[in-house]
């Protein structure tokens, strides 16, 4: 085989690798269940007053459940959260809607709620009624949660698309 064959053999070997490189998709979402957030909201477990402002004006809030609390480090975070769905409950997502959630308060095991164990997020009513189906007989759903790092993020309502963190800023922010 002559110099110039393998050459050219190395190089499409190595266009090969870059594109499959850009074709992989990273996905930073977890799996967990939602469970509806029921009222009183005040106080709440992050900033143990009574003052309203500490909701967001869209009412789109939760609680953590144990599995996300980290001993009240989840205060004020951030979520996308998008239901998905499974062969239990086929109809109970609103397809293509994800929101962004701010984490308010933390129910934990310790709740007389019996389905507080292993709930990752109790959704606001708001919240659960955007991504959950208003038909659906249960009270708990699948959802794909994600943590939100620095501002807001835009989402394009029903493309079921939001803009996912930058890998590479999140060290540089302080964040793992």
């Known amino acids: 085989m002559s110099t110039s064959q393998q050459h050219l053999q190395w190089l499409s070997l190595v266009i090969f690798l870059v594109s499959l490189f850009f074709n992989i998709r990273t996905s930073y979402a977890d799996v967990g269940t939602a469970a509806l957030y029921s009222p009183p909201y005040l ?17 789109l809030f939760a609680a953590a459940g144990d599995g996300i609390w980290a001993n009240d480090t989840a205060c004020g975070r951030k979520y996308l959260v998008k239901c998905i769905t499974s062969t239990s409950t086929p109809y109970a997502c609103n397809q293509n809607q994800t929101i962004q959630i701010k984490i308010v308060d933390h129910i934990g095991q310790e709740a007389s709620v019996l ?7 109790f959704l606001s009513p708001t919240a659960f009624g955007t991504i959950a189906n208003s038909s659906t007989a249960s009270s708990y759903i699948n959802i794909e949660f994600e943590l939100v790092y620095g501002e807001d993020v835009a989402l394009h309502k029903g493309s079921g698309k939001h803009s996912a963190p930058n890998p590479t800023t999140l060290v540089a922010s302080g964040h793992p």
């Open 43 to 59: 106080p709440t477990a992050c900033y143990r007053i009574s003052d309203e402002s500490q909701f967001p004006s869209s009412n």
């Open 115 to 121: 389905s507080a164990y292993n709930t990752t997020l």
